[in-house]
């Protein structure tokens, strides 16, 4: 009676019998071992979700390189490689290679400030959902302006564009270069010295981790790619050979 209102009725639920046994079985000795297990199962799920994200990036990134490389004859995501064609327009006194390469660069940029702008309407909240938005429109006008115009080697500064917003997100959700291998293998040599001879606490192997399986999602997508044009090519030809008068 001292625990009920002044009102003399309880606006609490009535615990049943399957809630007493529950409590019962939470204030066990082993309750605490189990709660810790699943804790640890938690985590760990946790930490395999927050990984899936960037590994996506990073294996898209390399599919989009090796596609951008083939056709357009620029990256639409290392600008070190497209600085190094600019230092070599130069040298050559290639005056269009030399605005068409610093064109990719310039776009990169914009997709940068394109995402800063995105993320400073939406009050710091941005989402992929908002994001992708712009992405989309960039990849497709690849397509449609080559239907209208014919091919050019310009239409890669749309996937320029593109690229700089998705590497822009995949470091605010995992602090991790999804476009590049260089910064990532310097990341992955110093975390095993260090874990060879002093140990890292747990945050900085599952940083290790997230570095590697990035890498590894990157070069996967690279490889992958490769494979897929050369079966196209392989099957395109095929069709050639086969058709009448060839």
């Known amino acids: 009676a001292a625990d009920l209102p002044p009102g003399g009725s309880s606006n609490l639920p009535l615990r049943t019998t ?3 046994s529950m409590i019962k079985t939470l204030r066990a000795p082993g309750s605490k071992v189990l709660h810790r297990c699943l804790s640890v199962q938690i985590s760990s799920l946790r930490s ?3 990984s899936c994200p960037p590994c996506g990036f990073a294996f898209t990134t390399g599919w989009v390189d090796v596609l951008c490389t083939l056709r357009f004859g620029a990256f639409g995501t290392m600008m070190t490689g497209n600085s190094i064609f600019v230092a070599k327009s130069i040298v050559s006194k290639s005056l ?12 990169y940029a914009v997709g940068i400030a ?3 702008h995105i993320d400073f309407k939406l ?14 429109a960039c990849c497709l006008a690849v397509d449609v302006c080559r239907l209208v115009a014919g091919p050019s080697r310009w239409f890669v500064c749309c996937v320029s564009v593109a690229c700089g917003c998705v590497n822009v997100v995949s470091q605010q959700v995992a ?8 910064g990532n293998l310097q990341k992955l040599s110093l975390a095993a ?11 900085g192997r599952r940083q290790a981790l997230m570095t590697a399986a990035v890498t590894g999602s990157f070069v996967a997508g690279i490889a992958l790619s490769a494979v897929f044009l050369t079966a196209l090519g392989d099957y395109h030809l095929a069709r050639l050979e086969r058709m009448p008068g060839h």
């Open 175 to 182: 602090s991790v270069v999804t476009n590049a291998v260089t």
């Open 114 to 116: 394109l995402h800063r």
């Open 193 to 203: 010295w260090e874990e060879w001879h002093q140990p890292s606490c747990p945050e």
């Open 18 to 20: 399957s809630d007493c």
């Open 96 to 107: 269009t290679d030399l605005l068409f390469y610093s064109s990719v660069i310039a776009c």
């Open 123 to 136: 009050g710091h909240r941005t989402s992929a959902l908002a994001t992708a938005v712009p992405v989309t």
């Open 48 to 50: 395999c979700c927050s």
